[in-house]
């Protein structure tokens, strides 16, 4: 089973909310990941957590905020959104092995993000 | 930094036809080449990848070629059906221990019957 899940699949938010996307794997995968995909792009990647650790940071703004709780979640803490912010938000995540590069990323379905 | 660019943007095939989608990347460090499907309101679906010390790969009706020396790899889809229609994206490895995967900007595939 390669299933990713991502909670809500659809969010309303204004601009002074605080909300957070959720996303759950049991493939006992180390490596996750947030992508954001605009209308007619390719996903861009935010943030890879590797053993539950921040391992890379795109140089996101701060009004988004990763948490890696477990080794099976992997949270996105939204606050003070803008509209530009409005997109569909992928989790992925990949076997890490403590030596080496890590390759297969399964995707979720995805959460589409609208901020008003 | 890796970038990696698409050809075409656009494909239109009747059904039955052969499809082929190429990339070209710039990194020479990167070591693992992807293509995920994406269908309207889905996630990205992996279905074919390739590491850099093989030349091609076959799955039933898709298959993945990687030139290293020129930089490119190519998606090939054999006996097109309409349920291949969807957008594709290539994507390569970077960053540290190419945990990081940069996209093509997609193609656009439609086989009609």
């Known amino acids: 089973d390669t299933e990713v899940t991502q909670t809500p699949k659809h969010l309303v938010m204004g601009m002074t909310n605080k909300k957070s996307l959720k996303c759950e794997q049991h493939?006992?995968?180390?490596?996750m990941y947030w992508y954001k995909q605009k209308a007619k792009k390719p996903p861009e990647l935010m943030f890879v957590?590797?053993?539950?650790?921040?391992?890379i940071n795109e140089s996101v703004p701060s009004r988004f905020s990763p948490e890696c709780p477990n080794s099976s979640l992997l949270n996105l803490h939204l606050h003070a959104l803008q509209p530009e912010d409005s997109a569909l938000y992928l989790c992925?995540?990949?076997?890490?092995?403590?030596?080496?590069?890590?390759?297969?990323?399964?995707f979720g379905p995805g959460t589409r993000l609208t901020v008003t | 930094g890796e970038n990696v660019e698409q050809h075409p943007s656009t494909l239109s095939v009747q059904e039955g036809d052969s499809a082929v989608i190429k990339c070209t990347y710039s990194?020479?460090?990167?070591?693992?080449f992807p293509w995920y499907k994406q269908e309207l309101g889905k996630g990205p679906q992996l279905i074919i990848d390739?590491?850099?010390?093989?030349g091609e790969k076959k799955d039933q009706r898709i298959a993945v070629t990687l030139n290293k020396t020129a930089k490119h790899f190519s998606l090939h889809i054999t006996e097109t059906q309409p349920e291949d229609s969807a957008v594709y994206f290539c994507?390569?490895?970077?960053?540290?221990?190419?945990?990081?995967?940069?996209f093509g900007k997609g193609t656009t595939l439609s086989v009609s019957s």
């Open positions: 957590y590797s053993y539950e650790k921040l391992s």
């Open positions: 994507a390569a490895s970077t960053g540290q221990a190419g945990t990081a995967l940069i």
């Open positions: 493939m006992g995968h180390r490596a």
């Open positions: 990194d020479s460090a990167s070591n693992y």
């Open positions: 390739i590491r850099s010390n093989v």
């Open positions: 992925a995540s990949s076997f890490r092995p403590i030596q080496g590069p890590s390759y297969e990323q399964y």
